[in-house]
């Protein structure tokens, strides 16, 4: 097991008509900018109802985070946020928004250009306070330091980290998922399964709790996944995927365990690059990445085909690795994600071409090992 630090910082409030709750957690001195989409949240009543409860505090709106929060819309919070002498953020909707939130929290206090933060690691030494109320499983940015964040005008998606963006609180209640469309349910199921298999699925550190973990969160979801798509407004199995989408990338089953994290980075540029949904670009990569990986992944791989997908142990373990894979793939498709740039009229070449360059010339190695270099990127994407 490697040495590890953790903190979590994040106050959660979990469960049926927790909304009201929010009052209690801003001072009513504090000068609040509500951050928020394309405004379903006025469509499912949210909105109201943090309206509501937030009645005797001075709240400012700030509509319009894009499902892959863009840089430029982000910049026009900021200054609202220096105009307005904001100092609380209150991101309410899903985990876009709150990623939004974070950027204009650090880019608030930041001395320079803002997009250094993401390109350059810049250090953020402040940060405006925020708290959140999530209506999205997907992301786990709900109780993580971390965000991601696009650029139109260079067609990049660039994610940071930073523990002055810890939410201080977020408040999750599972009923504000009923109204979501199944797309987006879908989309969440994904990012929270490929969240919990890039710190499961890598190299063994000899980590076995938090194998356990993993693998158990993997099971949960995929039962509570079927649920929910049969009956969107069934509470318990919201609740639990809900639930499985914010220890999905809290960071607590992952501690002192190896992380990959490059199929991720491949899906940030397919999306930035043909507007492909994140729980689309993951269903697409993990796999291929998986085979092409499948040496060094092997022993997770093949424990998974049997805790998970119920394989006969005493099989090979190459052959257990392949059952993963295979089944893996199958959950995907079987709740609706195809797995194909083709299904979205990508041609592989072009994104094999364009991608591997990209990380040529930022000299972008990945996986756990480092050593997934720009090449084997365009041969994975050739087999996507």
């Known amino acids: 097991m ?57 709240v400012l709106e700030f509509a319009g985070i894009e499902p892959n929060p863009k840089f430029e ?42 997009w250094d933060i993401l390109t350059k690691g810049a250090e953020i030494k402040d940060a405006i306070p925020l708290g959140d109320i999530i209506t999205l499983p997907a992301t786990g940015s709900e109780m993580n330091p971390g965000a991601v964040i696009s650029r139109l005008s260079t067609d990049e998606k660039f994610a940071f980290m930073s523990p002055l963006v810890y939410p201080r609180f977020s408040i999750i209640d599972p009923e504000t998922t009923y109204s ?5 349910t879908v989309n969440g199921i994904v990012d929270t399964f490929v969240h919990t298999m890039e710190q499961y699925a890598t190299y063994d550190a000899n980590t076995p709790l938090q194998d356990e973990w993993m693998l158990g969160l993997i099971k949960t979801l995929m039962v509570e996944a079927k ?19 914010t220890c999905g990338l809290n960071y607590w089953m992952s501690l002192g365990c190896v992380q990959d994290w490059s199929t991720h980075m491949i899906g940030h540029e397919l999306t930035a690059l043909y507007g492909i949904d994140h729980g689309e670009s993951l269903a ?71 991608i591997s360059q990209r990380f040529k010339k930022r000299g972008t190695v990945l996986g756990e090992r480092q050593t997934i270099t720009p090449d084997e990127v365009y041969e994975i994407l050739m087999h996507c």
Request: hydrophobic share 40%; charged share 30%.
């Open 73 to 114: 819309t982000l910049m026009k919070a900021v200054e609202i946020v220096k105009n307005e002498n904001i100092d609380f953020l209150l991101a309410v909707g899903g985990g876009s928004t709150l990623d939004g939130t974070k950027f204009i929290a650090a880019a608030s206090k930041f001395e320079g250009d803002p």
């Open 227 to 245: 649920k929910v798509l049969k009956n969107p407004n069934d509470y318990e199995a919201r609740a639990n995927v809900f639930w499985c989408a």
């Open 284 to 354: 697409i990569v993990l796999p291929r990445v998986w085979k092409n990986r499948k040496n060094e992944k092997m022993r997770k791989l093949a424990k998974m085909a049997v805790e998970v997908f119920g394989a006969n142990e005493f099989l090979p373990k190459n052959i257990l690795a392949d059952i993963t894979i295979k089944k893996t793939k199958k959950f995907f498709e079987s709740i609706g994600r195809r797995t194909k740039l083709a299904d979205y009229g990508i041609d592989k070449e072009d994104a094999a071409k364009k």
């Open 2 to 58: 490697l040495n590890f630090e953790f903190q979590a910082p994040t106050k959660v409030i979990f469960g049926r008509n927790t909304i009201q709750k929010v009052k209690d957690e801003i001072p009513k001195d504090k000068k609040i900018l509500m951050t928020y989409g394309s405004g379903s949240i006025r469509k499912n009543g949210v909105y109201k109802k943090v309206m509501e409860a937030l009645k005797d505090h001075t």
């Open 180 to 184: 979501l469309p199944e797309k987006q």
